[in-house]
């Protein structure tokens, strides 16, 4: 950018519009991340944190859940960020007769951008860029999960800390795994139960079984506790759903997969709620 923006003074309160005030939420403020400089209101921080840390969400989820159906401020926050940089979207046809899913993520730039702001807990991982595009309607419904779920946790006095995914855990569970390869066999099972408890993992059938989402948080006492979420999509088997459920997660999924699955686990005789999404 030009270096006479280094120079420009960042403009008060009183000398921004007045038709950008919502109390306080859509007030543009500029900032720098290295050379680059960027205007960010209060509200599109959030929504670059709500993005980064689940990767990629919904312009329908973004709408009802983090704007509260407040569609014209979400498109222009969304418009804004779009413009200068820092973040991607992408149209996907759903499969029904011209219905299609908007879907969001931040940029490498946005993801710099967001870290550099120290939003939430110093742990929280930040993510950025469309992955498996066939995995992306699954990745979208963790957003929308994240808020069933938080909504529960607070309605019981908890505070959310912050959320893991599979990716942050496979990293941490697979990764001593890898190494304990050459050991026997009966060495490598100890070793394997052992890495799986350390994160708060099970092992079934003989695999460390992942969440799609780990909320952490603080119950209404302030002990440290932990839930483990997983959604299921329509080509779920019941036998996948089981091993889920044995692994101890809480399973959301659309309200026909979750009949379909609860059916499916009645008859193996396991208890096991699967929620709507």
Known sequence: MDRDMDREPIQSPQQRDPADRDGGRRLHERVREGRHFYRLSPDERTTMYDVG???IATAKDLC???YKGNESQMGADLRSLSAQGLVAEKTV???RD???DTFFTLTKPGKKLLKSLHLGPSDQAIYAGFVKPAELRHDAAIYR?????AAKIEQEGGRIRRVVLDFELKKKAYSPLAKAKALAPAEYVRRQEEIARDHGLRVVNGHITLPDLRIEYEDRHGVAAQIDLEVATDSYHGSHAAGKAAA???IYASSETAARLSRALEEREITADILSL
Do not use: A, D, S, Y
């Open 53 to 55: 840390r689940f990767r």
């Open 64 to 66: 009802e859940l983090r």
């Open 93 to 95: 046809w759903t499969g």
């Open 98 to 100: 011209r219905e299609t």
């Open 145 to 149: 999960m994240f808020h069933l779920e």
């Open 248 to 250: 101890g997660f809480k």
